[in-house]
Each structure stands twice: as C-alpha cells, then as structure tokens.
C-alpha cells in the first residue's frame, strides 16, 4: 500500500519537475525510484527531508537562471536539468541508509547518516547556486588564488554561507518532522548536524573538485572546463582521476556528510 501511494505521490513530483525541465527523463525515472523507496520504507522524517531538498534546491536552481545559465554552459558539464547519475549520485546513498534503517532495530544511527548525506548534497546545491550570483570571483580553496566562476574548487564568501545556510534548512526540517513524530528534545542536535555535515560536506566537495575531479582545457580559448568539448573542439585532460567526475565527487562527499553527521552525534550525543 505504501509502495503503491509512495510511487503515485513520487510520479507527480518527478512528472512536474521534469515538465519544469528540472530533471531529464533518466533524472525523473531515478527520482521516482528514489522517492517510492524513501516513503515506503521510510516515515515523514525521511520523505519529509526528501522533499526539502529537492523543492528547495530546485526554486534555488531557478533564481535568476538566465545569468546562470551563461556561466553554466561554459563551464559545467551538466545543467539544470539533473540525469539519472546526477539524482542517484544525491539520493543513492540516502535510499540505501532507509533500506538499513527498515531493516534495523535501531534506525536512529541511520537517521543521522540520513540527515547528514541530505544537508551535504543540499548545502552543494545552495553552495553552488548563491555562490554564482557573487559578484567577485571566487578563490581556489588549496591555492587562495582567484579563480573563474563555477570553477571546481572556488570557494566564495556567498557560495560558503550558501552551504552553511544549506545545512541548517535540512536540519532545520529535520527538527520539526521530529517534532511531529515524536515529542522530544532533539530539536537543536538535529541543527548541529545539518550545519556541520553541510559545511564540512561542501568543503569537502570542494577539495575533492579542486584535486581528484577531472578538468579539461580548451585549446581554442584556453579556458578550463568539465565538458569533453568547448568552442567545437575536443578537450583535453588537464587534471583529475580516471572516472572521477562532478557526480562521482558528489557521491562521495554526501558519504562524507553523513559520515561527519554520525561521528557529531557518537562524540557530542544528543
Ligand atoms: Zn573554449
């Protein structure tokens, strides 16, 4: 019964977004996949955070999307539009940790894991949209030095509180779906986690971007890029690991989110 209402409510939104154009055809079947997971094996805690991120991070992804859309065709290898790797890469780990929890004793520890893997990905996404509306350019987080917008590794003081604001709002949400299932004291922990988890999160996305994620330069404007072409021409390999791209990075530092989120609550507890 919940796998059936769960895939009906998942359909609409993933129907709506892709309609939207917030996600690709692949995007919105992975989401749909996602979403009936979330909520049948799931509770309002975890659909409830589900939903946060995705409605928040795609209105962000909306504001003033012309201006970014210019940026973002240079430089990304992606869009707007999130693709199956994309929504898996945000939203695989957060659907295996409600398959452990289901089949757990105890789900709180999951719960945590949860929370953090959401605020990383959703302090990403906050990050990268406030981030691009900064007026400045921002600096390479290893380096200092000044680097282009939208560039893998830039950090900028917009895209920082970006993240930090991020994390808070799935932590914020993740407080108040507490409350409403359950009368009891977690409501600033749950803060916590969704500040620090984000924060470190996205730092971590940032390191990871700036070194292992592969980068491509343009021989024809010599600039830098994750797209395999730019200006009608091949690019070519300038840094980064072998398969090691945006999605792959994201993955891992939403491990790293909900790693971080349950290390704050092993060592500062509730
Ligand atoms: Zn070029």
């Known amino acids: 019964m919940s796998l059936l209402s769960g895939f009906l409510f998942s359909f609409l939104i993933a129907a709506f977004a892709y309609q939207k ?26 659909y409830g955070l589900l939903l946060t991120f995705f409605i928040s991070s795609s209105a962000l992804s909306r504001l003033k999307k012309q201006k970014k859309d210019v940026v973002a065709k240079d430089l990304f290898e992606k ?3 999130r ?11 957060g659907t295996l940790f409600v398959w452990f929890a289901a089949a757990s004793m105890d789900t709180l520890p999951w719960m945590v894991a949860y929370v953090g893997v959401i605020a990383a990905v959703n302090a990403d996404t906050w990050g990268t949209e406030l981030g691009v509306l900064s007026r400045g350019k921002p600096r390479h987080i290893l380096t200092g030095r000044l680097v282009e917008k939208g560039t893998s590794g830039g950090i900028s003081v917009w895209g920082t509180l970006g993240t930090a604001l991020g994390g808070l709002w799935i932590g914020l949400f993740a407080s108040l779906f507490q409350l409403i299932l359950a009368e009891n004291g977690w409501q600033l922990f749950w803060l916590w986690i969704g500040l620090l988890s ?3 999160g996205a ?4 390191v990871l971007g700036a070194t292992v994620q592969l980068m491509y330069g343009c021989s ?7 797209r395999c072409e730019h200006c009608g021409a091949k690019t070519r390999r300038i840094r980064g690991v072998g398969g090691c791209n945006n999605d792959a990075v994201n993955l891992l530092s939403s491990a790293a989110g909900g790693l971080i989120a349950w290390l704050c609550w092993r060592v500062i507890g509730f």
């Not at 730092?203 to 940032?206: A, R």
């Not at 024809?220 to 994750?226: D, F, L, Q, Y």
């Open 21 to 46: 154009r917030s996600l690709s055809k692949s995007g919105a079947v992975a989401a749909i996949v996602v979403g009936t997971n979330v909520y049948a094996f799931g509770s309002l805690f975890w």
């Open 79 to 81: 869009t707007g539009q």
């Open 83 to 93: 693709d199956v790797m994309q929504v898996l890469a945000n939203g695989g780990l």
């Open 198 to 200: 984000g924060l470190l």
């Open 203 to 206: 730092l971590i996305d940032s």
């Open 220 to 226: 024809i404007c010599g600039g830098e890029t994750e």
